[in-house]
T-cell receptor, first 112, second 111 residues
Framework: SQTIHQWPATLVQPVGSPLSLECTVEGTSNPNLYWYRQAAGRGLQLLFY??????ISSEVPQNLSASRPQDRQFILSSKKLLLSDSGFYLC???????????FGPGTRLTVT | AQSVTQLGSHVSVSEGALVLLRCNYS??????LFWYVQYPNQGLQLLLKYTTGATLVKGINGFEAEFKKSETSFHLTKPSAHMSDAAEYFC?????????FGKGTRLSVIA
């Protein structure tokens, strides 16, 4: 069966510090991968998605970037965090020919 | 372009009462429709989905939803609410883009 992992589970970082969140998927090949953010009291915002290694689509201009160095690994990064980057970050995957997405457990990021 | 509107950001029901969470969508192509549930500090879990075929779909935990093309709706129902149903519920649509989510409806269940 397929599983999706995210780490860390929680993170507290000062403003201006770098960020690296990692997501990995097991049990499937060539998945589509997604990064979302949930700010407090708001819905899901799609940040990035990837249909293959090195292929990243950005949905909104922001302080963040994404990379996919391996087929089942998706990384969310920032060089300098802003207070507004605080939120709950979710990684998800879908089959390459499917729309339904499966979500990881999330990372709670607090920027202080 | 596709979009989803969830009517009511917060719904409260009594334990044992009917749960009805409303979702309307807009899509320029035949839609694929989904409901997800999110418990506090967790990821989203797929409740049910509509792709093609039968318009009444059943999901986990006793939930079901009916696709009504004429009303562009995909409302989520459950005959009898349990305390464990308290969570955030998201409706989503896909067709020619990745999933587009609604803003969510928080369901509270009162004992």
């Amino acid at each position: 069966s397929q599983t999706i992992h995210q780490w860390p589970a929680t993170l507290v970082q000062p403003v201006g510090s770098p960020l690296s969140l990692e997501c990995t998927v097991e049990g499937t090949s060539n998945p589509n991968l997604y990064w979302y953010r949930q700010a407090a009291g708001r819905g899901l915002q799609l940040l990035f998605y990837s249909v293959g290694i090195g292929q990243i689509s950005s949905e909104v201009p922001q302080n963040l970037s994404a990379s996919r160095p391996q087929d089942r690994q998706f990384i969310l990064s920032s060089k300098k965090l802003l207070l507004s980057d605080s939120g709950f970050y979710l990684c998800a995957w879908s089959g390459s020919a499917s729309y339904e997405q499966y979500f990881g457990p999330g990372t709670r990021l607090t920027v202080t | 372009a596709q979009s989803v509107t969830q009517l009511g950001s917060h719904v409260s029901v009594s334990e044992g009462a009917l749960v009805l969470l409303r979702c309307n969508y807009s899509s320029s192509v035949p839609p694929y429709l989904f409901w997800y549930v999110q418990y506090p500090n967790q990821g989203l879990q797929l409740l049910l989905k509509y792709t093609t075929g039968a318009t009444l779909v059943k999901g986990i935990n006793g939930f079901e939803a009916e696709f009504k093309k004429s009303e562009t709706s995909f409302h989520l129902t459950k005959p009898s609410a349990h305390m464990s149903d308290a969570a955030e519920y998201f409706c989503a649509v896909a067709g020619n883009t990745p999933l587009v989510f609604g803003k969510g409806t928080r369901l509270s269940v009162i004992a």
